[in-house]
């Protein structure tokens, strides 16, 4: 990492963080000079890589200021909840993900980073020794649980974050789209009432459709990500049951919710006897120096189930992820048995070897670094070509754009467009409600920005130009 | 194989097919030496063979006479359909393979066979070579209908079977389990009438109970296996939307279907316009010469969905399933891409180099002749030692012997009192309803007869003596 992404990294944690408030003056570039100890021309680089992602802006000889929250700008806020008793996303999904399978298609509306950055040349040497081994077809840990020693090293994850974990607590699962059904199967029956946030995976929409659930959903806050108010009144107002909530590296937003709102966020479980179901599937995929906390921390009264995975770390052709299960264990591989039975158990018994080994911290770092980067380009490249008409939302984790198009500009006649030049985005249509206006994108930004993705790009600016021009010239 | 065995296979083929019918006379010593060109002591060998197995008898001074037909014996007839609108079988058999994970337990009632007899070194050496290279973890093959090139091998299989499949019919699942499953999702709504065999895989119990089926089941034709004019009647007497049937090396029992009853079968399904989920798990471990066909076969209208894997060749933890879908392909892979997106893909890539090569076969011709071996060896061991108030059911594939005890020993309090002893066996009560007598077992007979297995088997035998005698003491 170039020392100046790493003075600019500092910073943007502390404007994040709240440490630094909008608008007020950063250190001016002599004073940061002294502070950092680095050259004033990496503390300019810096200062001005922040003013590219938005996060700070500049004055005429009176220097830099930190930037509004972004997310002020980037989520309208509608505080009411609302009511969704039939949900109608599923055929809409499919087709969607069906039409970006083709390999010739750029896959900026993928929900998995570029599979280059996750592929492991130790793991795939520990699998192939492994395969060697008679031991991986005993049939012992294809039942679930699942592996004991891989449930072992997963728990001890999760007690070193400061939640203790017991192998017993986890059951590993064929990916966390698994954990994540099995969960809501478990906790629900038809007619019941959950709440989603309004944007949020397509696969908590599918689910809900699929075992007849009523759904509630709150809006973002605009500036928390979070709504706390809304949340409390829903839950007061219908007799829910379970949520289903991201609150680290949201998709498709990208916001991380603090401490102090899921501190509140498990209170009000508590109080209400809801369940909560934490889809945390890029928990590792974080910039800063922390990986942010999941709900399970603050839940000391074990309502929340969490789920997560190596599908966005290690490839999701693992298929292997799990939930970490509170006191629905029985429930949940109950569930399992009847559907899979477990997930492969040579990959299974491999990630036993990878996971304690150095290499897998060294490859999340290197993971990490390089999404951020990516993100970086990308944002850069968007915000210096995109009509200043649209926003972007940068969040430092993920890799996850979510742009917001004039209003009139429908995300999903820009999808079925750029389709046509084998460009594949996500539109908003896949993650809210029918409902809502569908002027949003989602872009996958893990690629390296060679030709092929720069031309994808270009084009995709070509055609929301195109889209913004048609309003004005129909007037 | 030894000569005597090789005859001994063919005659047992000429009964069951019923070439030559019960009571008839076997061909003497003498004209079976001329016959087959064998020495005597060959001849004489298959002969006892086969009356071990009680396929044959011998009367002093006559010679060998073809038995009365195993399956009279074996199931009882009750020629009437039962509709069963509420199931709860599920926690049972929860309860029961949660028991019978624990690795110091004798497997005798597991659904798999041995592990040792699956281990094929050739394929974990292909495994490894893929876990060498970066094309395992692309993208492509991990979204449903799953790898195209493992699926154009399996349709050419079912091709060569004479059955015309495009690589188009085929998905590939996470087992046989999840094939079933999602066919099952895809063909019923809550409520909708089902029809099963009497005794059938637990699994299709789960999966009606979980999708709030109504199941009507048909018992099983004593002499046929599967019973046409109960099939009939209820198709008559019941809106029946799909069958779940299993007409090859049934489990429990063990029977395999004849192709005139199968054409039937096929003629029913259309005139009534029902559909059939077939579940054919055990298709490649017959022992004659020739792999039954399915069901899929005689289906000229489309009404068949075939469901297999290679669980039981090459390994359960492999989780690599397919369904041959007919015409709801898009139906299937919609439910999949909501609940589990796809089997592993390092292993679908190491099975495309595996399976269309000479080691495949050569492997399931080793499997076929082991596990016959190993399963007439129990047989004459349970023939030797067990009441003669006990029937055993043999048939001449797969790896299972089912066991009637007498009528007032209950199979599940058998299965209780051995699971103390460590060993399991696997109760009538996980395959039939609690309205139907449970005095019968299935005993996994894929182990080498080992110290330990020879152990527990004669452990088994004891506790059902003791069950027969208890009911004598207490008259």
Chains 1, 2 share one sequence.
Not at 43 to 54: I, K, S
Not at 299 to 323: A, E, P
Not at 417 to 425: D, R, S, V
């Amino acid at each position: 990492m170039y020392k100046s992404e790493q003075l600019a990294r500092s910073i943007r944690a502390l404007i994040e963080n709240g440490s630094w408030q909008a608008h007020s003056k950063l250190p001016s570039l002599r004073e940061q000079v002294q502070r950092s100890g680095f050259s004033l021309m990496t503390v300019l680089n810096a200062y001005q890589e922040l003013e590219a992602q938005g996060l700070v802006y500049s004055k005429e000889k009176s220097g830099y200021f930190v930037a509004g929250n972004l997310a002020t700008q980037a989520l309208a806020h509608h505080p009411e909840t609302k009511l969704n008793a039939h949900i109608e996303i599923n055929s809409q999904v499919f087709n969607y993900l069906k039409a970006t399978q083709d390999e010739e298609i750029v896959p900026l509306g993928s929900a998995f980073p570029c599979s280059d950055l996750l592929y492991n040349a130790k793991l795939m040497q520990i699998i192939a020794q492994h395969a060697k081994r008679k031991r991986s077809y005993l049939n012992s840990d294809s039942m679930p649980p699942g592996n004991l020693e891989l449930r072992k090293i997963i728990a001890s994850r999760y007690s070193l974050q400061g939640i203790p974990t017991d192998a017993n607590d986890i059951v590993i699962t064929s990916g966390a789209l698994e954990a994540l059904n099995l969960s809501l199967q478990a906790l629900t029956q038809a007619g019941d009432y959950i709440l989603l946030q309004q944007n949020i995976f397509y696969g908590a929409w599918q689910a809900a459709e699929r075992l007849g659930l009523k759904v509630i959903t709150i809006p973002e806050h605009p500036q928390h990500g979070f709504d706390l108010v809304s949340f409390d009144a829903a839950l007061n107002k219908y007799p829910i049951k379970v949520c289903w909530l991201m609150l680290n590296s949201h998709n498709p937003i990208g916001f991380t919710v603090s401490n102090e709102i899921k501190f509140q966020i498990a209170k009000l479980l508590h109080e209400h006897q809801v369940y909560l179901i934490e889809d945390d599937v890029y928990q590792e995929l974080y910039y800063g120096a922390q990986k942010p906390l999941p709900m399970k921390y603050f839940d000391q009264h074990n309502y929340v189930l969490h789920c997560s995975s190596f599908s966005k770390t290690i490839g999701m052709g693992t298929r292997i992820g799990w939930v970490h299960v509170g006191k629905f264990s029985n429930a949940i591989q109950h569930l399992q048995m009847m559907s899979t039975l477990s997930a492969s158990t040579l990959v299974q018994h491999a990630l036993v070897d990878f996971l304690p080994s150095h290499h897998y911290e060294k490859h999340l770092r290197q993971l990490r670094l390089q999404l951020e980067h990516n993100k970086q380009v990308f944002y850069q490249f968007l915000k210096a070509h995109l009509s200043t008409q649209c926003e972007i939302y940068y969040y430092s984790s993920g890799y996850f754009l979510w742009v917001k198009l004039p209003e009139h500009v429908d995300s999903m006649s820009l999808y079925r467009q750029l389709l046509e030049y084998k460009i594949a985005i996500a539109p908003s249509s896949l993650f809210r409600l029918n409902t809502l206006t569908q002027n949003f994108i989602r872009i996958n930004c893990s690629f390296n920005l060679n030709e092929r993705i720069q031309q994808a790009l270009a084009q995709l600016i070509c055609c929301i130009q195109q889209a913004i021009n048609h309003r004005s010239d129909s007037r």
